[in-house]
């Protein structure tokens, strides 16, 4: 998830910003509106719910958000009283601390910019990866084939056995 303006200045810094309960939404809304960019990297679990199975979207790091304060407006103080966030993270007292921006344009790459996970194109046999949706969930594999776009051969340990699946891509990330 992300809010506020994009800046295309890259030397800007990102700190790290400590959610209330249930205050993203609030929070990226919020410091949207007072000119700041947010992230929050986003994955998808499967969970199961009055006996079906339903896809969830979960922060990668719950109760955190990454916020990018432009040198112009480095009046980080205000994010500490924005509604939906309880402080910006300050590992020395009275400043914050800044986060690595090799950190932020890694987790960028592997995620989309609302978010959500984005899958290596390349998915080679041999790999191992975990599938993340559907009744296999959290589940570990190693890529057995790549026949097509879009979907792969894993196999699968399931109850002390070898089990072979075909799954789509978008159901499974790298380990």
Request: hydrophobic share 40%.
């Amino acid at each position: 998830m992300a809010g506020g303006a994009v800046s295309e200045n890259h030397n800007e810094p990102w700190f790290l910003a400590q959610l209330k309960p249930g205050g993203l939404e609030r929070a990226v809304t919020n410091l949207a509106r007072q000119g700041y960019e947010s992230f929050m990297p986003m994955r998808e679990e499967t969970r199961r719910r009055a006996g079906r199975w339903d896809r969830v979207r979960k922060p990668l790091f719950p109760g955190y958000l990454f916020v990018k304060v432009p040198l112009s407006q480095m009046h980080w103080r205000s994010i500490n009283s924005t509604y939906g966030v309880a402080r910006i993270v300050a590992l020395e007292a009275g400043r914050p601390t800044r986060v690595d921006p090799d950190l932020v344009a890694a987790l960028k790459v592997r995620f989309r910019f609302n978010g959500e996970l984005n899958q290596p194109a390349e998915l080679e046999v041999g790999n191992r990866v975990r599938v993340i949706t559907g009744p296999l969930a959290d589940n570990l594999a190693e890529i057995e084939a790549v026949p097509e776009r879009g979907r792969i051969h894993v196999l699968l340990q399931f109850m002390g056995r070898y089990t072979r699946a075909v799954l789509a891509t978008d159901d499974v990330e790298s380990v």
